[in-house]
């Protein structure tokens, strides 16, 4: 069999090739094709031409060693488009669903070409029978379903080099690699919500100037679109619904060419911007027992997925329909290499995984030394990658935050929560408030972790954008046609007197000194900040908190609106922030303040004071009227020392905060003598408020209604 680059085929020999390494591999003289499937009886390479819709040739598989089917094509080049047929019995209460009728992707697919065409011919079973997915179908799947293209994945990286920022100066931008784009005046069409678009010179300028160190991009991995959004005119926007792991999503390439993911890779590091990936190992495409037929479930159905006693059906930790086996030593390896291969081939700098409960979940349950973390912690090559957890899925033991390993960081929704209640001006709130201000130590500080072990975030991709959540009471998602039932219903939110949009001056006032309050409270926090993209610019979503299949203006980010003179405002707001952070290593210390730690004054490194001026009681603490504190940083304290041996010590800073509605006045420390205070931040201007005034010791400051007001101490 020979295949030119055009994907044309010949017939010709197979070989015997090797079971290794899995899926289809160009060595320079032609492709080894690996797949494993423990329980299957026979394995057909299926051949297409270049459209992807005429299939050209089968050839059987000829070996199978050590449960993997392989063969070698010697004359085979880049550019072959490819799938599999896999034969095997078809009992689905025995967990087994094979049927050779449907074309399957290759796991390991590199590239795929073309997508999911909803037909009832992608089923294995016949819609509408009475026996359902007990039945069988006999129909022909391949036109329906896109193809996987060998590729070359040789690439010169030239000068390229990751900018290993350390975890304790990384401030993360979540966005969409489309949607970020999709609307940026200065890029072509064709470039718009690709990776071109995104490494195009305006926007990397854009995130240069902005100050973040890490791009999160939401799901970037093939995926496809679920059948009941496609009947509805809809589509799967946010991408959590995985097709294949190694593969990035067609639509992302501009060209068609996945070197121009390295090459956006390669630009953003060449910016000091890492790149790190929201990855989906928990469960695919494939829903339940009444799902779609792609890949897994025809390959080994009872190998990949968990399933409960009764195999015909699938457990569901993930709430999806299913849920990956990663007990299973083959479904874990092709993790481990799917995070192999985008480290060290495409040089992403690190992870975020949804879900991320699922994959430490053992048959028992989880366990934070289960297979997963032991295969991480030891692959080669992976020590400089940065690891992100969403600690919880809907299993049972579901939420886990602060029970991941070392390494790890986890995003942490009890700061999310927190914050919006402070500032919401809910009672009761200070004592937590100080707890996540610090860093979250009662939820991280063991086994050695950092502060960085916390992701702060006031709002991420699923919920509000941080302009509806100062703007909308209740969530507004009938543009999903769900009857507005999908969403949180609570989202810790207030709209200051209007619902939505409105042009109320005073309305608008608060709302824009709310965002103000949130961004500074974010990166002024002990933790690693993560900034929603758009937040800096007053993006929003209509009120829509859950926008995942809105693959329309609603979610992509408006530049034009992020032209408007309030949200310029807020951006060079959001740009001095990030400044003031990195100029100040208080805001980011290397170790928990735990107030043990003195400097030269006496001064512990972190006191809590009342509006009194004295330090904060247990009577302070529980007053639940109360709605200001001042948090005292000592950057004079500690033995906080960078890796390079550079000191960090820092300024000593105090933070006001009042999520009052009055003004009212608090009195500056007494300490030490012979200083005073000067203003760094006040959130009731739209200025960052630097200035050269100071407030002597023991003064008392007018604290302004709703705002964050910090200071330096100066004269010591």
Same mark, same amino acid.
């Given at each position: 069999?020979?295949?030119?680059?055009?994907?044309?085929?010949?017939?010709?020999?197979?070989?015997?090739?090797?079971?290794?390494?899995?899926?289809?591999?160009?060595?320079?003289?032609?492709?080894n094709f690996a797949l494993f499937s423990a329980h299957a009886e026979k394995v057909e390479l299926c051949l297409f031409d270049a459209s992807g819709r005429r299939e050209m040739e089968r050839v059987v598989?000829?070996?199978?060693?050590?449960?993997?089917?392989?063969?070698?094509?010697?004359?085979?080049? +880049?550019?072959?488009?490819?799938?599999?047929?896999?034969?095997?019995?078809?009992?689905?209460?025995?967990?087994?669903?094979?049927?050779?009728?449907?074309?399957?992707?290759? +796991?390991?697919?590199?590239?795929?070409?073309?997508?999911?065409?909803?037909?009832?011919?992608?089923?294995?079973?016949?819609?509408?029978?009475?026996?359902?997915?007990?039945?069988?179908?006999?129909?022909?799947?391949?036109?329906?379903?896109?193809?996987?293209?060998?590729?070359?994945?040789?690439?010169?990286?030239?000068?390229?080099?990751?900018?290993?920022?350390?975890?304790?100066?990384?401030?993360?931008?979540?966005?969409?690699?489309?949607?970020?784009?999709?609307?940026?005046?200065?890029?072509?069409?064709?470039?718009?919500?690709?990776?071109?678009?995104?490494?195009?010179?305006?926007?990397?300028?854009?995130?240069?100037?902005?100050?973040?160190?890490?791009?999160?991009?939401?799901?970037?991995?093939?995926?496809?679109?679920?059948?009941?959004?496609?009947?509805?005119?809809?589509?799967?926007?946010?991408?959590?619904?995985?097709?294949?792991?190694?593969?990035?999503?067609?639509?992302?390439?501009?060209?068609?060419?996945?070197?121009?993911?390295?090459?956006?890779?390669?630009?953003?590091?060449?910016?000091?911007?890492?790149?790190?990936?929201?990855?989906?190992?928990?469960?695919?495409?494939?829903?339940?027992?009444?799902?779609?037929?792609?890949?897994?479930?025809?390959?080994?159905?009872?190998?990949?997925?968990?399933?409960?006693?009764?195999?015909?059906?699938?457990?569901?930790?993930?709430?999806?329909?299913?849920?990956?086996?990663?007990?299973?030593?083959?479904?874990?390896?092709?993790?481990?290499?799917?995070?192999?291969?985008?480290?060290?081939?495409?040089?992403?700098?690190?992870?975020?995984?949804?879900?991320?409960?699922?994959?430490?979940?053992?048959?028992?349950g989880f366990d934070t030394n289960a297979g997963f973390f032991d295969a991480i912690r030891q692959a080669p090559g992976m020590q400089h990658v940065k690891l992100i957890a969403e600690p919880w899925d809907?299993?049972?033991?579901?939420?886990?935050?602060?029970?991941?390993?070392?390494?790890?960081?986890?995003?942490?929704?009890?700061?999310?929560?927190?914050?919006?209640?402070?500032?919401?001006?809910?009672?009761?709130?200070?004592?937590?408030?100080?707890?996540?201000?610090?860093?979250?130590?009662?939820?991280?500080?063991?086994?050695?972790?950092?502060?960085?072990?916390?992701?702060?975030?006031?709002?991420?991709?699923?919920?509000?954008?941080?302009?509806?959540?100062?703007?909308?009471?209740?969530?507004?998602?009938?543009?999903?046609?769900?009857?507005?039932?999908?969403?949180?219903?609570?989202?810790?939110?207030?709209?200051?007197?209007?619902?939505?949009?409105?042009?109320?001056?005073?309305?608008?006032?608060?709302?824009?000194?709310?965002?103000?309050?949130?961004?500074?409270?974010?990166?002024?926090?002990?933790?690693?900040?993560?900034?929603?993209?758009?937040?800096?610019?007053?993006?929003?979503?209509?009120?829509?908190?859950?926008?995942?299949?809105?693959?329309?203006?609603?979610?992509?980010?408006?530049?034009?609106?992020?032209?408007? +003179?309030?949200?310029?405002?807020?951006?060079?707001?959001?740009?001095?922030?990030?400044?003031?952070?990195?100029?100040?290593?208080?805001?980011?210390?290397?170790?928990?303040?735990?107030?043990?730690?003195?400097?030269?004054?006496?001064?512990?490194?972190?006191?809590?004071?009342?509006?009194?001026?004295?330090?904060?009681?247990?009577?302070?603490?529980?007053?639940?009227?109360?709605?200001?504190?001042?948090?005292?940083?000592?950057?004079?304290?500690?033995?906080?020392?960078?890796?390079?041996?550079?000191?960090?010590?820092?300024?000593?800073?105090?933070?006001?905060?009042?999520?009052?509605?009055?003004?009212?006045?608090?009195?500056?420390?007494?300490?030490?003598?012979?200083?005073?205070?000067?203003?760094?931040?006040?959130?009731?201007?739209?200025?960052?408020?630097?200035?050269?005034?100071?407030?002597?010791?023991?003064?008392?400051?007018?604290?302004?209604?709703?705002?964050?007001?910090?200071?330096?101490?100066?004269?010591?």
């Amino acid at each position: 069999m020979a295949a030119g680059v055009s994907g044309e085929a010949s017939r010709a020999h197979i070989w015997p090739g090797r079971p290794y390494p899995l899926g289809a591999t160009w060595d320079g003289r032609g492709v080894n094709f690996a797949l494993f499937s423990a329980h299957a009886e026979k394995v057909e390479l299926c051949l297409f031409d270049a459209s992807g819709r005429r299939e050209m040739e089968r050839v059987v598989l000829p070996e199978y060693t050590d449960e993997v089917w392989h063969g070698y094509m010697p004359d085979a080049v +880049p550019g072959t488009l490819y799938g599999y047929r896999v034969y095997g019995p078809y009992d689905p209460r025995r967990g087994h669903r094979f049927n050779h009728h449907k074309l399957l992707l290759d +796991p390991y697919a590199k590239a795929l070409t073309g997508r999911v065409l909803h037909t009832d011919a992608l089923y294995g079973y016949r819609i509408g029978s009475v026996r359902e997915d007990l039945s069988f179908d006999r129909r022909d799947s391949a036109r329906a379903m896109p193809k996987c293209r060998v590729i070359d994945a040789a690439y010169g990286w030239g000068e390229e080099r990751p900018p290993r920022v350390p975890w304790g100066q990384t401030i993360v931008y979540e966005t969409h690699l489309r949607g970020f784009t999709m609307l940026h005046p200065a890029l072509s069409q064709p470039l718009r919500g690709t990776c071109a678009g995104l490494s195009a010179p305006p926007v990397i300028d854009y995130l240069k100037s902005l100050g973040i160190t890490a791009i999160e991009l939401l799901p970037v991995h093939a995926f496809g679109d679920e059948r009941n959004l496609v009947s509805k005119g809809l589509h799967n926007y946010w991408g959590y619904n995985t097709l294949g792991f190694f593969a990035p999503e067609p639509r992302y390439l501009s060209s068609g060419d996945i070197n121009e993911f390295k090459i956006m890779v390669a630009r953003l590091h060449d910016a000091g911007i890492e790149v790190i990936l929201d990855v989906v190992y928990n469960h695919t495409a494939e829903g339940n027992q009444l799902g779609p037929t792609l890949s897994f479930r025809g390959i080994d159905n009872l190998s990949y997925y968990r399933l409960p006693e009764d195999k015909r059906y699938y457990v569901n930790d993930t709430g999806t329909g299913n849920t990956l086996n990663l007990v299973h030593p083959r479904v874990l390896q092709m993790v481990s290499d799917s995070l192999r291969y985008w480290a060290q081939v495409v040089h992403v700098d690190g992870f975020r995984f949804d879900l991320a409960t699922t994959l430490g979940r053992e048959t028992y349950g989880f366990d934070t030394n289960a297979g997963f973390f032991d295969a991480i912690r030891q692959a080669p090559g992976m020590q400089h990658v940065k690891l992100i957890a969403e600690p919880w899925d809907i299993g049972p033991g579901g939420y886990q935050l602060g029970n991941f390993p070392p390494g790890w960081s986890e995003w942490n929704d009890r700061y999310r929560d927190t914050v919006r209640r402070f500032w919401r001006g809910d009672p009761g709130v200070l004592p937590e408030l100080a707890a996540r201000l610090s860093g979250s130590a009662d939820i991280f500080d063991r086994r050695g972790r950092r502060p960085w072990s916390s992701v702060n975030f006031i709002t991420a991709h699923d919920g509000f954008t941080l302009h509806d959540l100062v703007s909308y009471a209740d969530k507004h998602n009938e543009a999903n046609l769900e009857d507005n039932n999908d969403g949180h219903a609570e989202n810790l939110s207030a709209n200051y007197g209007v619902e939505g949009e409105t042009d109320d001056p005073q309305v608008n006032a608060v709302r824009q000194r709310q965002k103000r309050n949130f961004l500074a409270t974010l990166l002024i926090s002990q933790g690693m900040p993560m900034l929603l993209a758009g937040d800096e610019c007053d993006r929003t979503q209509g009120g829509n908190n859950n926008a995942y299949c809105q693959d329309t203006p609603t979610s992509w980010l408006d530049w034009e609106r992020a032209a408007r +003179p309030e949200a310029r405002a807020l951006l060079e707001f959001t740009r001095r922030l990030i400044a003031l952070r990195r100029q100040h290593p208080t805001l980011r210390r290397q170790r928990y303040l735990h107030g043990r730690d003195l400097s030269e004054e006496g001064v512990r490194d972190i006191l809590w004071y009342a509006p009194q001026g004295n330090e904060m009681t247990p009577a302070h603490w529980q007053d639940p009227a109360a709605r200001c504190v001042g948090m005292l940083m000592n950057g004079r304290a500690g033995p906080d020392i960078g890796p390079d041996g550079v000191s960090l010590v820092d300024d000593m800073l105090l933070i006001l905060l009042n999520a009052g509605e009055n003004q009212l006045p608090f009195v500056m420390p007494k300490l030490p003598a012979g200083s005073a205070w000067r203003r760094v931040l006040d959130t009731s201007a739209s200025e960052l408020g630097d200035d050269s005034t100071t407030h002597a010791n023991g003064a008392a400051y007018d604290m302004p209604a709703r705002a964050v007001v910090l200071f330096a101490l100066v004269g010591r």
